[in-house]
């Protein structure tokens, strides 16, 4: 069992960053790829970014890509999300999810484990 926590959202203007963290709990959290999502108000819920379990290795979104960075502190059991050139567009709720292994998975139903979603609100 993992329980995902995030913290770190908040209200920035376009061009600002924001790092958002998630704590897990739960043993063995490094057998676990970690990812986050966003979802825009109206919106369905999208895919961001995803990082191994063991750190080494990543994939983003192609409207995140070169602006958001994805790593992992697994003595911290902690994931991270650096947001920097942030847009009006990148406004939503963001989630972090886990799933166990490595194979990386852009779809929310391939994680089993959620948390409670941290709001980013940009302004223009």
């Known amino acids: 069992q993992v329980q995902l926590v995030e913290s770190g959202g908040g209200l920035v203007q376009a061009g600002g960053s924001l790092r958002l963290s998630c704590a897990a709990s739960?043993?063995?959290?490094?057998?676990?790829?970690g990812g986050w999502f966003r979802q825009a108000p109206g919106k369905e819920r999208e895919f961001v970014s995803v990082?191994?379990?063991?750190?080494?290795?990543?994939y983003y979104a192609d409207s995140v890509k070169g602006r958001f960075t994805i790593s992992r502190d697994n003595a911290k059991n902690t994931v991270y999300l650096q947001m920097n050139s942030l847009k009006p567009e990148d406004t939503a709720v963001y989630y972090c999810?886990?799933?166990?292994?490595?194979?990386?998975?852009?779809?929310?139903?391939?994680?089993?484990?959620w948390g409670q979603g941290t709001q980013v609100t940009v302004s223009s």
């Open positions: 999810a886990a799933k166990f292994g490595s194979a990386f998975k852009t779809s929310e139903n391939e994680y089993r484990y």
């Open positions: 739960g043993r063995s959290f490094s057998s676990y790829s």
């Open positions: 990082v191994s379990g063991s750190g080494g290795a990543t």
